[in-house]
């Protein structure tokens, strides 16, 4: 257990929709990053956030948008889905240091029907 | 662009025959190298961090080394529990700390 969680595990749902995936990190990390995991793409940074603040960002569609809260927890939304965007999203933590590790949640897998 | 290129796609193995995975890199400047093992369905799992050439990293049957282009994962005695894909990945100097990762190796380990 990396002590990263994310819910949903699985969302199912129609294309147009918009969904919500949510992510807390480990005690004390103050970075989260998200990524995205297809099956011919590999894991894709999408996104960083570094206490609150957007820090850095990947190959992240404008359909796409993500937030840290004061708490720390994490939210990654995306919206209009395409039959594209069923993926595995990652989310993962580190403590603020250059080479940090970053520790990965289980994962959310969302099918766009 | 940073780019990792992991070899070979798929490994297959009888429980005992040690091989080794190779993660190709091209990087402006590297801060670390990360290997990580991923079971399906799951989250990647954290395995090493290497930050230099030179630098070397054992667990289990595990070791993980580094050169200026190329990190090697040595699997010594495997067992069909490594059955898994390892995942490598790039972090770069300066700027984001998003991680770069390869596309993985499959391994298969047959009892």
């Known amino acids: 257990d990396s002590g990263v969680t994310q819910t949903p595990k699985h969302l199912i749902t129609a294309t147009g929709q918009r969904v919500t995936l949510r992510c807390s990190p480990r005690s004390g990390d103050l970075s989260v990053y998200w990524y995205q995991q297809s099956l011919d793409q590999g894991l894709q940074f999408l996104i960083q956030?570094?206490?609150?603040?957007?820090?850095a960002k990947g190959n992240i569609l404008e359909r796409f948008s993500a937030q840290q809260f004061p708490d720390l927890h994490s939210e990654l939304n995306l919206s209009s889905l395409e039959l594209g965007d069923s993926a595995l999203y990652f989310c993962?933590?580190?403590?603020?240091?250059?080479?940090?590790?970053?520790?990965f949640g289980p994962g959310t897998r969302l099918l766009v029907l | 662009e940073d780019q990792v290129t992991q070899s070979p796609e798929a490994l297959r193995l009888q429980e005992g025959e040690s091989s080794s995975l190779n993660c190709s890199y091209t990087?402006?400047?590297?801060?670390?190298l990360f290997w990580y093992r991923q079971d399906p369905g799951k989250g990647p799992e954290f395995l090493f961090t290497l930050y230099s050439a030179g630098e070397e990293k054992e667990k289990e049957r595990l070791k993980a080394t580094l050169t200026k282009k190329e990190s090697f994962l040595h699997i010594t005695a495997p067992k069909p529990e490594d059955s898994a894909t390892y995942l490598c990945a790039v972090q770069a100097r300066g700027g984001s700390e998003k991680l770069v990762f390869g596309k993985g190796t499959k391994l298969t380990v047959n009892p």
């Open positions: 956030y570094y206490n609150g603040e957007e820090r």
């Open positions: 990087v402006s400047g590297l801060r670390g």
């Open positions: 993962a933590s580190s403590v603020e240091l250059a080479g940090a590790t970053q520790y």
